[in-house]
Structures are given as C-alpha cells and as structure tokens.
C-alpha cells in the first residue's frame, strides 16, 4: 500500500465505451497528448455494455436526417431535451459508427454494401467482442489505462477540475492523478430503486449493477449542475434476465400479447391518440394490462420459423446470454412458448433518458477543467451507444 502520483494532460474516468471511444479520439487530434484512463474494472469487459451488443440504435438511414432525428427524440420526450445537444449528436453518429467498424466491429450489411437495417433508425451488429474492440484500439494509442482503481473524489481547487484521486482495489494503492482536463464517463446509476426480484434474485436488474452514479456523487459533491434526475428510466424487459425486449419485437417482428393472446397495444393507441411510435406508451399497456387481470404479457414468439428462432438466439448471444441459459435449462423453446415481459425498477442513466451533468455543445461542465461523455451527459436522451461516442 502506498500512494501514487501520475501527472497527465487529460485523465478520463471510465473506461466504458464513452471512455474507451474518447482516448482513441483525443490521439487521432492530438498525437502527442498524454491520456490517462482510471478504470474501476478492465476495460476489456467494463461498462455497461461488457456482455456485448446486438443493434445499434441511434443510425441516420438514407432518407433521414438529422433534422428528423431531432424531431423524434422531441417528440418521445414530450419536448423537454436539449435540442442542441441532440443535433450536435445527430450529425456525428453515422461517422462514429464507421470509426469503430474500422476498429473490427462486425456490421451486417446487404448485398449492396449498405447497412443491414433493423428498425428505422438502428443497425445489426456482431458485437459481443465491443468492449475487446474498443480496449484494443486504446492499447494501439499512447494511452495509459490504470485498471481496476475507482476514482473517489475530483481533485478541486475551489475553481478548477485538477485531477482525481483513485483507490487500487487490488493493491489498495491511493492514486493522485492531476490532469489539465478531465472526462467524466463513469455512467448512469442502477441500484438506487427496490429491484423488482426479491430475495437471491435481486441482482437481476436491467442496468449492470456495477454502474452506481460514481461520477454523478463526484460532481455533486463540487457543485457541478446537474440536470433531469428526475427523468427515470424504465426499461420493459424479458421477466427474469431483464433481456431486451426490442431483439424480439423489433428484430423478430413479434407482436405483444397479454394473458387471453390479445394484441393489446391497439387498446392503447387508440386511446392515445394512434400514436404508435412512444417507448413509454408500451411500457403503461404492459403495466395496466396486469392491473386490469389480464397479465402476465407477453412477446408472441410461436409464429417465428426455425430459421427465425436461430437468428433470434444468436442476437441474445450478442448481448445478453443469460436468456439463452434459461431457455436451455428450463427446456424453454420460444417457438412453442411465448415470452413474458414486464417493466423494471427506475434507473438514472443519460443515455436513454436525459440525467447527468448540464453541459454545453463542447461538453463542457459548470465547473472549468471538467466535461462529460456518455451517460455521464445530461440533456441529450436517446443517444444510446453511439450518441455516447459523438
């Protein structure tokens, strides 16, 4: 045990996606820069996306723009987003995503060369080896990556971001890394809200457990401002292993159904307006349907061909095994039998909802020296995993 002190030009906390992406791009401007990544895992499988990913859901296809992007993400928000936060991402996202297919990613494509399209503004990708990918092209750059050291507190002057402090949770070293600048890119929070499963099952929860709002508390604890924490994520998931449901509803095209094999949707729209395209109008269906009796719902699996269940199982293998485990060891055959869905607890994360720290178009935070990426950025929902890289 001992303490360390490393002096840097710019430290990034969180060697996620948003943090990896980051120092790849600071050494693409800035060969001669000193970056410092502080890891609270390895980034080789850190982050919330360490289990992979299987479509990336924020694309402008031909036809679109980012003008439309915009509108959307306005329009599933009610209006309350920073408009400029979600332009500025709209522009840089097809560019980001043919960063990283340079990188390795594995990205479906048709016979034409373009992009295999699986909704309207998402792509398929083999991307179970993202957080590999990602940590390979850091170690091709100048980087030095301190893994499996947390990050505590920021390192502040009263006016100024300095640097941080990190504690070896293997060495229970205490770092002292000061920096000219730092990034923020630690993530959102899970773990605040009761899970939904009790007793030995109360890990299960959609948001990976090990991403606790660390960077949030940090910039709190200085005074930096932050926005929409009151804009929770609820996300409606696979009921157990909380696996995407939009693997199946949108890549397999299956119908949501409650108890009596219902289209229950249709119910809802209607009284909605006919407005088909909000997340959180599917999530209040599936909730009111088990208030009304007439639960528990379901993803009408059984009308998809062999072929179809194959494909299906190899998208979960992208990102969520644990459902593929499941099927196997209960004899569950998703042709035969539908899947049941139900929403999650809350979380606070930035990348599908909006909470984290007020910034400007540059990223900046309220507090000189500090910005954020990521889920750590507030203001701008919906940008997912490659909005997290722009």
Known sequence: ????????????????????????????????????????????????????????????????????YVANVEKQFEGVIRKDLVYSIAKGLNSAVRDVEEMGLPIEKNDDGTYKMRGKRSIRICGERLKPILAEAVCKTKAQVLNRVVA?????????????????????????????????????????????????????????????????????????????FENRFIALRVKDVNAPTGTIAVGARSKRINAHGEDYLERYYKHLGGNKCLTQHRLLATIEETKAGRGPCYLDTTTLSVDEEKRLKEDFLNMNPPIILLWAANGMNPRTKPVEIHGTEPFIVGGHCQAGYWIDKDRRTTIPGLYAAGESAGGAPKKYLIGSWV
């Open 1 to 68: 045990m001992g303490v360390i002190r490393i002096d840097c030009d710019i430290l990034i906390i969180g060697g996620g996606a948003a943090g990896c992406f980051a120092a790849v791009e600071i050494y693409k401007r800035s060969p001669d820069c000193n970056v410092l990544i502080m890891e609270k895992a390895h980034i080789e499988r850190s982050g919330c996306l360490a289990m992979g990913l299987n479509a990336i859901n924020a694309y402008i296809h031909p036809g679109q723009t980012p003008e439309s």
């Open 152 to 228: 505590t507190n920021f390192i502040y002057n009263g006016e100024r971001v300095l640097g941080a402090f990190g504690y070896g949770v293997r060495n229970s070293n205490f770092y002292v890394v000061k920096a000219k600048a730092v990034i923020v890119a630690t993530g959102g929070a899970s773990g605040i809200y009761r899970s939904n499963n009790a007793g030995e099952a109360r890990n299960l929860i959609w948001y990976c457990p090990w991403n606790v709002g660390t960077g949030y508390a940090m910039g709190i604890r200085i005074g930096a401002e932050m926005t929409s």
